[in-house]
């Protein structure tokens, strides 16, 4: 497959003016993929309870988030060939249209499938979003943009939860996906107006083998994690065989990459300087933060009795927190020129927050939970913006594209892994939990004891001490994983250390760095 055409970057320095009105063109697109993200936290326990158990909860994200990471490099790929505008409304117009079809989701199994396709327009909306930006402004200049959409994120983020609780009280949870079309269709016409990059001809070819490899790769690894650990064990044959599958894709892939034409995710990009440790900070940094942001409202509502609505509020200060945090780190990077320290400083105090709430309860007030969600806000929204911009710094021109959306690719990646494994702690503690919390207890007649978590409906409407006795199990089973996760975290933090800082540029080009063999070697960290 060969086209004639690619963006380039832009032969004249655009005004302020120009950039400003890209930019706001591109932050409506961003706020569409990330208002959904977070717009189905406070709906998902009520859909899980209309739909089935707390087992399936990690699913509805999980299926999102692998559709979405896995076709980010895909997209930012696809971009660099054949042009940033009309591959980036394509995402738009997917996107909506699974956003509908979940809508009218009818079970829980349609509704995941769904997700799916709506994760691969997600993907290329945050892939191509901040691929566009590093089109148009240098490095050096960057830092207060992507601030900008980085707080697009946070603000939408903020608004999700809010949105979502009141649409799922008021109305339906079905009008959390509804509510995309006015805004898609609002992101669809200004793009469309307003962003303009003028392309240059070119022959290219588009690598579907190494995208489907790792496609395969992925979805099989997580498959084997998700089985072994909740279904088949460790040792059987179908855990042994995806695992299996899983490293033969990988291999084929990485044997693909290094002969491809336009390879999906070119391994040149591991020999550029910082771009491995930016990736892997972005893997765990994700996981981390995903099994967080999922879990903080069931939390909210199941264990201590909140509205969908409330919880939502409840939500406010993590992401209030994330969003000035963002904006204020953006307008520092571009005011110094250093951007290294930043993950550093991050990481550290989201792992310090991750901690903050594993040590919540039953009877934790709003006082403390809100302080301790915005540290792990700040954290977050001084870390994950400079990874990006690292990434566009270091990575040449013509793989702007492929390497933006590889740095976002492996973010998701880890939060689909984190979801997964979280999930799974929280299945296994929860069972264990109710065994031992309802040892010395009556359970009624006609009260299945394996379900009385599924949803904070069925919660709320338990007679004491069996309540107590659930909410109490469910509460040491979430705050497990935010224990869990603060290792994770830790983790990031001690790659961020090791990251190497690259100039920031003052144009849109990129020099050339002497070659080396791709691999995690201290000149790529």
């Known amino acids: 497959m060969t086209t004639q055409h690619a963006d380039a970057a832009p032969s ?18 961003l706020m569409l993929a990330a208002l959904d993200s977070t717009i189905v936290s406070t709906a998902l326990p009520t859909i899980v309870g209309e739909f089935g158990g707390i087992d399936h909860l990690s699913w509805v994200f999980t299926a999102y988030l692998v559709a979405s990471a896995t076709s980010m490099p895909l997209f930012g790929k696809i971009s660099d060939l054949y042009g940033r505008k009309k591959v980036y409304q394509t995402a738009i117009v997917i996107f909506l249209v699974a956003s509908a079809m979940c809508g009218a989701a009818q079970n829980l199994g349609q ?45 939408a983020s903020v608004l999700g939860p809010l949105v979502g609780g009141f649409l799922t009280d008021a109305l339906s949870w079905r009008w959390v996906f509804y509510v ?29 083998a190494g995208s489907a490899f790792l496609v395969t790769a992925i979805v099989s690894s997580l498959l084997a994690t998700v089985w072994a650990a909740e279904q088949y064990g460790w040792g059987e044959p179908q855990t042994i065989g995806l695992f299996a599958l899983a490293v033969a894709a990988l291999g084929a892939f990485i044997v693909q990459e290094r002969r491809a034409e336009e390879p999906v995710l070119p391994l040149r990009m591991f020999s550029r300087t910082g771009y491995t440790a930016a990736s892997i900070v972005s893997l765990l940094a994700g996981a981390a933060m995903y099994g967080a942001i999922v879990y903080l409202p069931l939390f909210f509502q199941g264990v201590q009795g909140k509205a969908a609505a409330n919880a939502g509020l409840l939500l406010l200060p993590l992401m209030a927190s994330m969003m000035v945090a963002s904006l204020i780190t ?196």
Do not use: C
């Open 180 to 208: 995309n079309l006015p805004i898609g269709a609002a992101a669809f016409v200004v793009t469309g107006i307003v962003l303009k990059i003028q392309p240059k001809k070119a022959e290219h070819r588009l690598d579907l």
């Open 330 to 525: 953006g307008r520092l990077t571009t005011r110094t020129g250093h951007y290294r320290i930043y993950p550093m400083i991050g990481t550290s105090l989201a792992a310090l927050g991750l901690y903050l709430l594993s040590t919540m309860g039953v009877d934790t007030g709003r006082t403390l939970s809100s302080l301790w969600m915005i540290v792990l806000g700040v954290g977050i929204g001084i870390a994950l913006p400079v990874l990006t911009l690292a990434v566009q710094n270091t990575v040449e021109f013509r793989d702007l594209g492929a390497g933006t959306a590889s740095v976002n690719f492996f973010r998701t990646i880890g939060g689909t892994f984190g979801l997964a494994i979280f999930g799974t702690i929280i299945n296994r503690q929860l069972d264990t939990n109710l065994d031992t919390n309802l040892t010395d207890i009556d359970v009624p007649a006609g009260i299945d004891t394996t379900d009385l978590a599924q949803s904070p409906t069925a919660i709320s409407q338990l007679g004491e001490p069996l309540k107590t006795a659930v909410t109490t199990a469910l509460s040491d089973s979430i705050t497990t994983t935010f224990f869990y996760a603060t290792f994770v975290m830790i983790a990031a933090f001690i790659t961020a250390v090791f990251m190497r800082e690259v100039a920031l540029r003052t144009t849109t080009d990129t020099p050339a760095q002497p070659a080396a063999a791709p691999g995690l070697t201290h000149e790529a960290l």
């Open 12 to 29: 004249t320095e655009l005004t302020h003016r120009q950039r400003t009105i890209i930019i706001i063109g591109l932050m409506t697109g």
């Open 111 to 155: 509704l995941i499938a769904f997700r799916t396709i709506q994760g691969i327009g997600g993907g290329g909306l945050f892939a191509l979003t901040f691929t566009i930006v590093g089109d148009i402004v240098p490095p050096r200049e960057r830092g207060r943009y992507t601030g900008y959409l980085s707080g697009t994120f946070a603000l």
